[in-house]
Structure formats: C-alpha cells, structure tokens
C-alpha cells in the first residue's frame, strides 16, 4: 500500500537487516522522518485506517503543527483521500471517535475560524 501510495514504509526492521531506531512501531506506528513506522499487522479495517492516518501525516507534515480539532479533521480528509487512491471503502464507525472530538474541539468556536463550518458539518454528518 505504501508504494501504491508514494510513501517510504519502515515495518520495524531497515534496509541493512536491523531494527530500526524508532520505538513506536507499536499499536498506533509512527511518522517520523517523512517515513511510515508501522509493524505488520493481521489485515483489518482499522489498521487500514491506522495505516492510512499515518500516510496522512507524512503527506502533509503541517498536521503536527494544527490546533487538535483541526488536525483530526484534516487527518481524517486525507485518510478517506489515501483510501480512495487504493479503491479502499472504510466503514464509517472508524471515524466515530474523531468526529465526536472534533465535534467536541469546535462546539464553542465562531464561524470565522478557518475550517471550523467544513469540520463540524463533518462530525454532525
């Protein structure tokens, strides 16, 4: 999927036959360095999606500078982007937890924040 998307992918052990020196290869993975860190896992949707949020993130190295609701929001476009890409269909269950944040995130903010109208349309849908 990685190629597929244009991403380098590191599944926990580098090029040379070592581990590579970045500890989250666990249950979420990791971004770091414009490379997805991500262990092999028993294909599921979720860890589609935990996959494909991590894609997000090295496509878009901004996210990690975005107040919370708005990260989680974009994260989530460019996930369901990613998806698309690969002919994937994730289950909207997947997104429920972040839609109530960012649901949650925006509930008391004015229209006039960039992106705040799109992302609680989003959650409310």
């Not at 992918?9 to 666990?26: A, F, K, L, M, Q």
């Not at 997104?95 to 109530?100: G, I, P, V």
């Amino acid at each position: 999927m990685a190629q597929q998307l244009g991403v380098a992918y590191c599944g926990g052990i580098t090029s040379t036959g070592h581990y590579c020196d970045v500890r989250w290869h666990g249950r979420e993975g990791s971004a770091e360095g414009g490379v997805v860190h991500f262990s092999e896992r028993p294909p599921s949707k979720y860890n589609t999606y935990a996959f494909l949020k991590l894609v997000a993130k090295v496509r878009d190295p901004s996210l990690a500078d975005d107040v919370p609701w708005r990260r989680i929001y974009r994260m989530d476009k460019l996930a369901r982007q990613a998806a698309n890409e690969l002919g994937i269909r994730l289950p909207r269950r997947l997104f429920a937890t972040d839609r109530a944040f960012v649901l949650a995130g925006v509930a008391g903010i004015s229209n006039d924040v960039p992106m705040r109208k799109q992302a609680f349309d989003w959650a409310r849908r």
